[in-house]
């Protein structure tokens, strides 16, 4: 499994919950300070779970833009609240590293803060406001169509599953 853009780790927690192997989950951060807080937070999760160990994650400095994992080598892929702070414009080459990184048949998930209606240029190009995911948000139908446009014309994914909460 691939994680990018870990924030505290706590999704890296709960995919490790699933796999329990050792350095079947990878997680890629581009800002120290985040990897540093995920370590500390997998230091305290092995006291209090006894079935955690913090090699369960393979931690890794990274760029979601240009992701050092092999491609074809990995079965699910996934991204909570940082396709929504990537600028539009790049987030073709975001979902397109995704897509080189999993196995035929391999899975991509993402989920993202969305708004009913739009927000002005200001507020979306304030990267503080961004980078806390207050600002990043789009409209729900751009949201949908442009992922949907992403992943279906360029890069054929079979099955899409949409769901809404
Ligand atoms: C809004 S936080 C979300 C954190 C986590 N996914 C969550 O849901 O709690 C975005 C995370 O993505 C990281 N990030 C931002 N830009 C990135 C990039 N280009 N490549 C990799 N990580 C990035 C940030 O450092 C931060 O940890």
């Given at each position: 499994m691939l994680y990018v853009g870990v924030g505290g780790g706590m999704e890296l927690l709960q995919f490790a919950y699933f796999?329990?192997?050792?350095?079947d989950v990878i997680g890629i951060d581009v800002v120290d300070e985040m990897l540093k807080a995920s370590q500390e937070n997998f230091k305290e999760a092995e006291k209090q779970n006894p079935?955690?160990?913090?090699?369960?994650v393979e931690l890794k400095k990274g760029d979601a833009m240009n992701l050092l994992v092999e491609d074809n080598s990995i079965d699910v892929a996934a991204q909570n609240c940082l396709f929504n702070i990537i600028k539009a414009d790049d987030l073709k080459q975001a979902i397109a590293e995704m897509y080189w990184v999993l196995k035929p048949h391999g899975r991509l998930v993402m989920s993202d803060s969305t708004c009913e209606q739009p927000m002005n240029d200001e507020l979306r190009n304030d990267g503080r406001l961004r980078a806390l995911c207050l600002s990043g948000s789009i409209p729900i139908t751009n949201y949908v169509k442009m992922q949907l446009m992403l992943i279906l014309e360029l890069y054929k994914f079979g099955l899409v599953n949409l769901t809404e909460f």
């Open positions: 796999n329990r192997q050792k350095g079935w955690f160990k913090s090699d369960f």
